[in-house]
């Protein structure tokens, strides 16, 4: 029977060889090392990962994948017969690192980035693909129209580099958008916060109207006292996407002694 691609699962296969090949470097693969693959479609970059002799683990939601993958590799892969976003990830970690290679299904990329940031400590590098636009906001520098909550939120756990562009005829069927590779590598430092659900909570709202000044957007979670004390130390005429990181963290110190007052 015929292979249907369904748009629905962000099923366009890589077809061009130069491209996989490149992902694969990009990955620097060593033997034996422990990689994930999510979503091996019918294989492609599957392939060109096992030539690296790694421990390979791939995961795909679709079951009339199943058949081919398992006639053209065996049990070279140990095939995860589920959703990435549903699997236990805990029960696939050791103390060894794991490295992710994938061309991600466009539609999980977010929640599946931000469980990746959850568990760094269990990767040592994350090679993906995902939409150009979507590569860009991990990737921004602040004061562009591009950053951003997701920015911020992947630079704070990862070292993020722009891999390269790829192009729709490098897929069939061939997406209607460019895609792009990103890496990321958990930093070694991290900014420590006492409450991290405070800090992203003042991340959101000062994205949340990015036309608005901070100060406008504050007044969604914290009162005219605690905004004036605030201006006091801060320009909150500006808007979030010209905060850097440490600049937030500065911010969201602050608050914080505000808010515990
Ligand atoms: N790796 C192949 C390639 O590069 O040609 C296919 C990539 S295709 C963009 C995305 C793959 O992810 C498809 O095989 C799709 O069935 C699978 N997929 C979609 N959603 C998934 C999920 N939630 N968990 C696991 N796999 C998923």
């Known amino acids: 029977m015929k292979f249907r691609h369904k748009k629905s699962l962000g099923q366009h296969f890589l077809k061009d060889a130069n491209i996989v090949r490149k992902i694969a470097k990009i990955a620097e693969i060593f ?13 492609v970059l599957t392939e060109e990962l096992l030539k690296h002799d790694c421990d390979l ?27 990435i976003l549903k699997v236990d990830w805990q029960k696939y970690f050791s103390d060894e690192k794991i490295k992710i290679v994938a061309n991600l299904p466009y539609q999980i990329t977010s929640p599946f980035l931000f469980t990746t940031a959850k568990y760094t400590k269990n990767f040592s590098k994350i090679v993906v693909m995902v939409q150009k636009e979507v590569a860009e906001r991990i990737s921004a520098k602040v004061g562009t129209k591009s950053y951003g909550k997701l920015t911020l939120k992947m630079q704070f756990y990862f070292d993020v580099e722009y891999g390269f562009t790829i192009k729709p005829n490098a897929f069939y069927p061939p997406p209607k958008i460019d895609s792009s590779i990103i890496i990321l590598t958990p930093r070694k430092e991290m900014p420590k916060l006492q409450n991290e659900e405070k800090f992203w909570q003042i991340v959101e709202v000062a994205f949340k109207n990015r036309r608005k000044m901070l100060r406008r957007n504050f007044r969604e979670i914290f009162t005219k006292e605690e905004i004036e004390k605030l201006s006091e130390k801060f320009d909150l005429t500006r808007r979030g996407e010209t905060f850097t990181e440490m600049e937030f963290i500065e911010l969201y110190e602050d608050i914080y002694k505000v808010a515990k007052k």
Do not use: A, H, M, R
């Open 57 to 83: 683990t791939c995961f795909e939601i679709d079951k009339n994948l199943y058949p081919l993958l398992e006639d053209k590799f065996g049990d070279k892969i140990n095939l995860v017969k589920q959703d």
């Open 31 to 43: 033997p034996n090392e422990k990689v994930w693959e999510i979503g091996p479609g019918s294989g």
